[in-house]
T-cell receptor, first 114, second 109 residues
Framework: EAGVTQFPSHSVIEKGQTVTLRCDPISGHDNLYWYRRVMGKEIKFLLH????????ESGMPNNRFLAERTGGTYSTLKVQPAELEDSGVYFC????????????FGPGTRLTVL | RKEVEQDPGPFNVPEGATVAFNCTYSNSASQSFFWYRQDCRKEPKLLMS???SGNEDGRFTAQLNRASQYISLLIRDSKLSDSATYLCVAMDSSYKLIFGSGTRLLVRP
């Protein structure tokens, strides 16, 4: 069974540009989460989808971040315009419906904003 | 104050040693607790859940003390392959994971 996949693995952009990260959860997983780790800090929650609905977006840092999950399958996280402090590793995780315990993480997207 | 606090280490131990990691959490409403393992530049992977009764998985033993809001992980007979960062994680009432900063373990030959 394929795990959580994320694309791209790395992205280097300049301040002010737009970047879109993609996450494909494990097939059949209704719960999809975005987390990020900025340099020197712990991994922090961004938001949680249940199917196509945003269940909790309390961790989104500001309105430059937009997450979507149309059709309840893959999700995208767009940063527009990117700022220097957005640099970090963005992880996606998924879990089965009703099974909130084990969240399986993708390999992450390493974002560098210059 | 961080919601989940861990000693960052590193813990540098010889093969075969027993090593213990501790963690405290501040939110008494946290529902579930976990230890995740993260290798360098890789994603976190679930090592084990943590229960009040204590649970063991091979060389790994985890314990939760809700009264003191304290979590522990014991690794016996350390292997070189145990070298990694160990993340203490709490799940809050809205099912999001709250991560500690991680404790780095180096097992030397």
């Amino acid at each position: 069974e394929a795990g959580v996949t994320q694309f791209p693995s790395h992205s280097v952009i300049e301040k002010g540009q737009t970047v879109t990260l993609r996450c494909d959860p494990i097939s059949g997983h209704d719960n999809l989460y975005w987390y990020r780790r900025v340099m020197g800090k712990e991994i922090k929650f961004l938001l949680h989808f249940v199917k196509e609905s945003k269940q909790d977006e309390s961790g989104m840092p500001n309105n430059r971040f937009l997450a979507e999950r149309t059709g309840g399958t893959y999700s995208t996280l767009k940063v527009q315009p990117a700022e220097l402090e957005d640099s970090g590793v963005y992880f996606c995780a998924s879990s089965q419906e009703g099974s909130y315990n084990e969240q399986f993480f993708g390999p992450g997207t390493r974002l560098t904003v210059l | 104050r961080k919601e989940v606090e861990q000693d960052p280490g590193p813990f540098n131990v010889p093969e075969g040693a027993t090593v213990a990691f501790n963690c405290t959490y501040s939110n008494s409403a946290s529902q579930s607790f976990f230890w995740y393992r993260q290798d360098c530049r890789k994603e976190p992977k679930l090592l084990m859940s943590v229960y009040s009764s204590g649970n063991e998985d091979g060389r790994f033993t985890a314990q939760l003390n809700r009264a003191s809001q304290y979590i522990s992980l014991l690794i016996r007979d350390s292997k070189l392959s145990d070298s990694a960062t160990y993340l203490c994680v709490a799940m809050d009432s809205s099912y999001k994971l709250i991560f500690g900063s991680g404790t780095r373990l180096l097992v030397r030959p």
